[in-house]
């Protein structure tokens, strides 16, 4: 009885066991062959662990993907290679191994069709492309009002203008003498000088220091003219206009001085040369240095209608591209060398609570500049920032291949071996290697040397003798 028993539950034990196993093979309702197949291939395939805070070669910290792996069939090396991968490239990986394959052995064929182009490539090359076109069908702006504010970089960015309007034979606008068009007063058209000017009483390139007064600005200038200036931040500025035109002479005492003397005395000081002080690209703009906000408020509403575009001194790579865009120029015109810069030994330290004064006193200049820095920082958004890195990068290795072209090496403004001196040895200046190289003795160049220069070839063309 006990043995029929045990055979019962035998037979129904085996039998249980071959509808399983046919289940299995050509069922498997409860997917028990895929979770096997899976993890079959788990068992052949790499291993992969997630590693935070990984450091590339830039001193950046990423989470990376590092796979560790072995080949198949071989014995196992106690080395481990470890590949990194990004994120993206392991999640393309991820999606491709779960997509449904139509033909197997279709995909395990070895392709005789070289691979597709990477899209991003591709899309690179098409901008570029684009970008040709565009620069092929644009015409040259040869009209600018360029308004040179005081201890921002504008030198270097004069340099360009004069350069591009002297080898064009362009009218600039110039004075009888030395390099300003008004300031303190504001500019008025008869400053300049009927001799320096065509028949038409319009200049092509505006680029000297002035007071911006747009309505006499615009009476000799052309109507399709592009206004642009250039900004810097206020405590870098006013440091360097204070130690550069050295006025701690006039004033008595330096910037070290400054946190010691009150923010009311400060604000009261009389302007340096009438035209020199506080928040200074207020005033080179043509406002009040005392401004309060709602006047830099409407300041502010009408420099954006005004100008096509503002620099800024401490992204002078980008702001060149910008530049060479607006007026449809070539790389060549952009390439300058840095003009009045302070040698190091000239560039005293600042301390926090001096700076926090600085910041104070110029305070009006503080909210213009944040205004056009956010400003640039929309600019550049919408120029693409690839596309920028890529055009900054190109603008720096031609500017390169210019300084090995024509500089010998750089010294201070004084230096007896200088073709044109500067006329101060705080600021840097170079020493041309070629005389004979028209574009290099420009480059070379200082601001005054320039503008006699120009000055006196514009006043050959539209007053010649006899």
């Given at each position: 009885m006990v043995f029929a028993r045990l055979r019962t539950i035998l037979l129904c034990l085996l039998f249980g066991t071959a509808l399983m196993l046919i289940a299995f093979l050509f069922y498997d309702p409860l997917g028990l062959k895929a979770q096997f197949d899976k993890f079959r291939m788990n068992s052949l395939a790499a291993e992969i662990k997630?590693?935070?805070?990984?450091?590339?070669?830039?001193?950046?910290?990423?989470?990376?993907?590092?796979?560790?792996?072995?080949?198949?069939?071989?014995?196992?090396?106690?080395?481990?290679?470890?590949?990194?991968?990004?994120?993206?490239?392991?999640?393309?990986?991820?999606?491709?191994?779960?997509?449904p394959q139509k033909d197997v052995n279709k995909s395990n064929r070895k392709s005789t069709t070289p691979a597709p182009p990477d899209a991003k490539e591709l899309g690179k090359e098409k901008e570029e492309e684009e970008e040709k076109k565009k620069a092929q069908q644009c015409e040259p702006r040869n009209h600018v009002m360029f308004l040179k504010t005081h201890k921002c970089a504008s030198s270097t960015v004069q340099n360009i203008f004069l350069r591009y309007a002297y080898k064009r034979n362009l009218t600039l606008a110039l004075p009888a003498t030395g390099n300003y068009l008004g300031n303190p007063t504001y500019f008025h058209a008869a400053m300049i000088p009927r001799a320096l000017l065509p028949k038409s009483k319009l200049v092509d390139v505006f680029a000297i220091h002035t007071r911006l007064n747009y309505q006499q600005l615009s009476k000799v200038l052309h109507r399709d003219v592009k206004w642009v200036t250039i900004v810097r931040e206020p405590t870098a500025l006013y440091e360097s206009l204070y130690n550069f035109y050295q006025m701690k002479s006039y004033y008595g005492f330096g910037l070290a001085n400054f946190k010691n003397l009150g923010v009311e005395r400060l604000e009261k000081l009389r302007r340096f040369a009438d035209k020199l002080g506080r928040n200074q690209m207020m005033f080179d703009f043509g406002y009040r240095p005392d401004?309060?906000?709602?006047?830099?408020?409407?300041?502010?509403?009408?420099?954006?209608?005004?100008?096509?575009?503002?620099?800024?001194?401490?992204?002078?790579?980008?702001?060149?591209?910008?530049?060479?865009?607006?007026?449809?120029?070539?790389?060549?015109?952009?390439?300058?060398?840095?003009?009045?810069?302070?040698?190091?030994?000239?560039?005293?330290?600042?301390?926090?609570?001096?700076?926090?004064?600085?910041?104070?006193?110029?305070?009006?200049?503080?909210?213009?500049?944040?205004?056009?820095?956010?400003?640039?920082?929309?600019?550049?958004?919408?120029?693409?920032?690839?596309?920028?890195?890529?055009?900054?990068?190109a603008l720096r290795d031609l500017r390169e291949k210019y300084r090995q072209r024509c500089v010998s090496r750089e010294t201070s403004g004084q230096d007896s071996s200088l073709l044109y001196p500067e006329y101060s040895d705080m600021v840097n200046a170079y020493v041309i290697a070629n005389r004979s190289d028209t574009d290099c003795v420009l480059l070379s160049m200082s601001e005054l040397v320039l503008i006699n220069h120009v000055r006196k070839a514009q006043r050959r063309r539209l007053q010649p003798p006899g």
């Open positions: 997630e590693e935070e805070n990984v450091t590339d070669n830039e001193g950046q910290t990423h989470g990376v993907i590092t796979t560790a792996f072995e080949e198949k069939g071989t014995k196992q090396d106690t080395k481990a290679t470890k590949i990194s991968l990004d994120r993206a490239d392991v999640l393309d990986v991820i999606t491709s191994a779960e997509a401004a309060d906000v709602q006047e830099v408020r409407k300041a502010l509403d009408d420099l954006d209608k005004i100008f096509d575009l503002v620099m800024i001194a401490e992204f002078m790579d980008e702001s060149l591209v910008l530049l060479r865009h607006l007026l449809c120029w070539s790389e060549e015109d952009m390439v300058v060398f840095t003009k009045n810069a302070r040698r190091e030994k000239f560039k005293p330290s600042i301390d926090v609570h001096t700076k926090q004064v600085l910041r104070t006193i110029n305070s009006a200049d503080g909210i213009l500049y944040s205004h056009f820095l956010s400003r640039h920082i929309q600019k550049v958004l919408e120029f693409g920032v690839e596309k920028m890195a890529r055009e900054v990068s």
